[in-house]
């Protein structure tokens, strides 16, 4: 379980709040208005923005002020971040060691997660070398590679077409469900959350209110959430 205890998170003049818990296992969409703190939310969960107050519990653990390699987290952030000039099979090798001193087995996971994204034969391949699908893909198995039982993606498909789009969510809930993971993936689409998401964590007004069941969510959206939707 992961457990926000009276979170606030400042950005220049912006403040966020957020108080609740994830449990774990759940996917959950973040949706909200174009700046109402979505990746702000994720960047401090991950360990890349400071507190401005409050704590981060996993479990019993306190994380507040883990690195991001101390966190039981990977993410993936809005521009998906391949390096250009390092091979596919390095890029992906980078979640696993930073300096790419990798094992045998480290080559291993590397082979197993290309193969689980449907990645194979593309190892040595230079992301500009690869479609957009398939640079999703290549972010995926990054995270793949990580382990780690929670995962954060930020707008991970937003500049893909539908019917992409559609397919790698479906590999995200797939994955999601193989590792038991807790997601939680922005999205400015209702389609996305429907087709993943089991609760909504909506962002707005400088709260991140506690996840609700998706569907009676978009069913019977509060006035704020309706505005957003339209
Ligand atoms: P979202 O992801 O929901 O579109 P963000 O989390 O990126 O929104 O941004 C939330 C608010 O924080 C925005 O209103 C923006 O003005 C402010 N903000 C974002 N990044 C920075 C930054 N690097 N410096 C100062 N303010 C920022
Ligand atoms: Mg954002």
């Known amino acids: 379980m992961l457990r926000l205890e009276n979170v606030t998170i ?4 912006f403040l966020l709040r957020a108080d609740f818990e994830v449990q774990q296992g759940r996917k959950t969409a973040v949706i909200g208005p174009s700046g109402a703190g979505k990746s702000t939310l994720l960047g401090a969960l991950g ?9 981060l519990w996993w479990n019993d653990v306190d994380i507040t002020d883990a690195t991001p390699g101390d966190r039981p987290i990977a993410m993936l952030f809005q521009d998906n971040n391949l390096f250009p000039h390092l091979s596919i099979a390095k890029n992906i090798g980078l979640g696993i060691r930073s300096d790419l001193k990798l094992t045998p087995e ?7 997660a290309l193969k689980r994204v449907g990645l ?4 040595d391949r230079k992301p500009g070398e690869l479609s957009g699908g398939q640079q999703s893909r290549a972010a995926l198995a990054r995270v793949l590679v990580q382990d780690r039982p929670v995962v954060l993606l930020d707008e991970p498909f937003a500049a893909l077409g ?3 789009r559609h397919e790698m969510l479906d590999l995200v ?3 999601s469900e193989e590792a038991n993971a807790t997601l939680l993936m922005v999205t400015h689409d209702p389609q996305d959350v429907r087709r993943i998401a ?6 707005e007004g400088g709260r991140a209110a506690a996840p609700q069941p998706a569907g009676a969510l978009l069913e019977n959206p509060p006035p704020a ?5 339209g």
């Open 120 to 123: 194979v034969g593309m190892a």
């Open 106 to 112: 480290d080559h291993l996971r590397v082979e197993q």
């Open 173 to 175: 809930h797939d994955l």
């Open 198 to 203: 089991d609760d909504v964590i909506f962002v």
């Open 10 to 13: 400042s950005q220049g003049g």
């Open 162 to 164: 539908p019917a992409l």
């Open 225 to 229: 959430l309706q505005a957003y939707l």
């Open 47 to 55: 360990g890349f923005l400071p507190l401005g107050g409050g704590k």
